[in-house]
């Protein structure tokens, strides 16, 4: 943009130049024209027999408003005494016509020119006192006027305006290229690298994006690799515990033990699932989303009896999307336990596709959370002050893992307070 | 290396467990004898190769990730000569270890860390699976069960509707799928069924099953007046009126 601005400030500059240039050569070569006419006229008055000067001034074939005639005094009024600068121009002219010494005009009186239309000459006859006066008209300059002038310039204009966005966008690309390669490794760290080609210093960009795109993968691996390393290393003492809770001879204390060893396990369980790449681990396949929502329902509801009136789905029976399959049950999973921890309450809605994406919104009757949290809660580990959640169990990871399946798939997750209280999970999912 | 040996008895069913943490392994024998098993433990599969002549083992529960020769290996070794059920520890979510291990014959999987009542529960199904008919053995371990359309893929233990598209289920309705499934135009008791879902509810069992029936005909589309896929048996228990096609 600022250089197209910059392109028609120098087009401008260029047409006032070539304007102003114009003009001082029309000036000078109608000067010169003035210049030839008067000192012919003159020439063919001086060489005449002098009783005849009067009828050769007659005869002059006149044309574009001139007017010559003999007169006693030189021609005075109406016009003011033509200023030194032109004076000197139309005195250069008039030397630069070619004739004989003698047939020159010794006295001469210039008037007119500059912002004139018309200039007026008077000149001494050689003998006696007779002025021969003549005025010419003189055209203001038309700088344009020039049959080709309009579309050569607009031609010019043009091709230099193509050219400029042609080396522009050709300079700009990889820059969004870059910008397109930076979003894409946001959402998939496995994102394929950016050709290392074109002008240097992008080149050297690209290297310098890949190497840090490469640092990022390998900074997640180490991740993954670690949180399953805890995963599959807790598991052997979860076990242990697990089996000598069965030889505790008190029934409400090995209860107790078995759920809290359950709740630990549920953890480790959760932050294995956060660590592990969506795609990787399932393929996307055909699934019966309504149903899913509900199995999903139904299961909460088996794992807690006391909340399963509190549980309840609405919208179409049936409607299929390719997702991954038990990424989005654990996804939806969340989102539910979520609703159920903080509201005590579960409403799940499909909205039917439109757009090319579906709406499912998950809704409680809860106090909801403060504004500030809404975005908050979808960090890892972030619990949102005077939580209650602790009591019920809450790893910290189940909304971010919900989101990181969810934008795997192309969607989002987003929550808000809903008027008149209770929280709203909105997922969208492309379809 | 360590192998507990219970009391001797001709009911009790001799299990062979496979685990390389000594603990586990001792306090899973410890819980199964009380339980009424005799069982040999032993820490991978070079011994559990070398026990497996020395007794009559009616089961093996065995842990995938063993040092040395993994638990895979292990069962297809052991699956080129016998049919004794196996239930396979797996790692936690690990689906492809699952997939393999049912491919290969596994008769069921637990996830590890497991609930020792649920793999109990496990254990008495195979067994209980195990003592029906040899017919039902000898067709056991397909990988895709199909009745009416319907498919169901063990391996993922997913249900697809005639579109091949993925009707989710619950751990519970599934394995009550299966089961009916497998023994299709025959009764199932409650005994059978009540089975099959301990360790999975909370709640009362017996109302448990009447809501996995109805809801299994719910996404089977099968909640017309007159149920015709899954039918009531008065008294008895549910009986999926359909042909089979195992591959």
């Known amino acids: 943009m600022v250089l197209l601005i910059g392109l028609g400030l120098v087009q401008i500059a260029g047409l006032t130049i070539h304007a102003l240039d114009r003009m001082d050569v029309q000036r000078m070569a109608q000067t010169r024209d003035a210049a030839v006419r008067v000192i012919s006229m003159y020439r063919s008055v001086v060489l005449a027999p002098r009783e005849r000067q009067a009828a050769v001034v007659a005869e002059f074939d006149l044309r574009d408003g001139a007017t010559v005639w003999l007169s006693d005094l030189p021609i005075a009024e109406p016009l003011p005494v033509m200023d030194p600068a032109a004076q000197r121009q139309f005195r250069g002219a008039m030397l630069l016509v070619p004739v004989p010494v003698e047939q020159r005009p010794r006295e001469f009186v210039l008037r007119g020119g500059a912002d004139a239309e018309h200039i007026a000459v008077a000149l001494r006859l050689p003998e006696g006192s007779k002025w021969l006066n003549a005025t010419l008209e003189m055209p203001p300059p038309r700088p344009w006027h020039s049959q080709n002038f309009f579309s050569a310039f607009m031609m010019m204009t043009v091709t230099a305006a193509v050219l400029t966005l042609w080396a522009v966008r050709r300079l700009i690309a990889p820059v969004a290229t870059l910008a397109a390669a930076a979003e894409a490794l946001g959402r998939n760290v496995n994102a394929p690298p950016l050709p290392e080609t074109g002008p240097l210093e992008i080149a050297t960009a690209a290297r310098a994006f890949n190497t840090m795109a490469g640092r990022i993968r390998r900074f997640v691996l180490d991740r993954t690799f670690m949180l399953t390393a805890i995963g599959h290393d807790l598991r052997t003492p979860i076990t242990r515990l697990k089996l000598r809770a069965e030889f505790l001879e008190d029934d409400e204390l090995r209860a107790k033990m078995l759920a809290d060893l359950d709740e630990v396990e549920a953890m480790v369980a959760s932050i294995l699932s956060f660590g592990r790449d969506v795609a990787a681990d399932e393929p996307v396949t055909p699934v019966d989303l309504p149903e899913l929502a509900r199995t999903v329902l139904d299961e909460t509801a088996d794992a807690q009896p006391d909340f399963a009136e509190r549980l309840s789905y609405s919208g179409p029976d049936h409607l299929t999307v390719r997702v991954h399959s038990l990424a989005m049950k654990r996804a939806l999973s969340n989102l539910v336990q979520n609703a159920l921890a903080y509201g005590g309450n579960a409403c799940v809605r499909l909205v039917p596709p439109e757009a090319g994406q579906l709406i499912l919104v998950i809704e409680d009757d809860g106090p909801g959370i403060p504004a500030i949290e809404l975005e908050r809660v979808f960090q890892p580990f972030h619990r949102v002050e005077n939580s209650r959640n602790r009591e019920t169990g809450g790893s910290g990871l189940g909304l971010p893992i919900a989101r990181n399946i969810l934008r795997a798939h192309g969607g989002d997750v987003k929550l808000i307070n809903r008027e008149g209280g209770g929280m709203r999970a909105t997922v969208i999912l492309p379809v | ?247």
């Open chain 2, 1 to 247: 290396m360590s192998s507990e040996t219970a009391p001797t008895s001709g009911v009790m069913p001799h299990i062979l467990v496979v685990d390389d943490d000594r603990e586990t392994r001792e306090l899973l024998a410890r819980f199964l004898e009380r339980h009424r098993f005799r069982v040999t433990a032993v820490r991978d599969s070079r011994e559990a190769r070398r026990v497996w002549p020395l007794g009559h083992f009616h089961l093996i529960i065995l842990d995938l990730m063993l040092p040395g020769e993994s638990g895979l290996e292990f069962a297809r070794w052991l699956r080129g000569f016998s049919d004794v059920p196996i239930v396979m520890l797996t790692a936690m979510g690990e689906q492809t270890d699952r997939i393999v291990g049912l491919e290969l014959g596994a008769d069921d999987y637990v996830p590890k860390p497991f609930n020792p009542r649920e793999l109990l529960a496990r254990m008495r199904a195979v067994l209980r699976r195990v003592g029906e008919p040899a017919e039902a053995r000898a067709e056991a371990s397909p990988r895709t069960l199909r009745f009416s359309g319907w498919t169901l893929d063990l391996a993922r233990r997913r249900l697809l509707n005639p579109d091949a598209v993925e009707v989710p289920l619950t751990g519970g309705e599934y394995d009550l799928l299966v089961a009916l499934v497998e023994r299709a135009n025959r009764v199932l008791t409650r005994d059978m069924l009540l089975d099959l879902l301990r360790g999975r509810q909370a709640g009362p069992f017996d109302r448990a099953i009447d809501v996995a029936v109805s809801r299994l005909r719910r996404k089977l589309d099968d909640n017309g007046r007159q149920s015709q896929l899954i039918k009531t048996v008065r008294g008895g228990g549910y009986v999926l009126a359909a042909d089979v096609e195992r591959a």
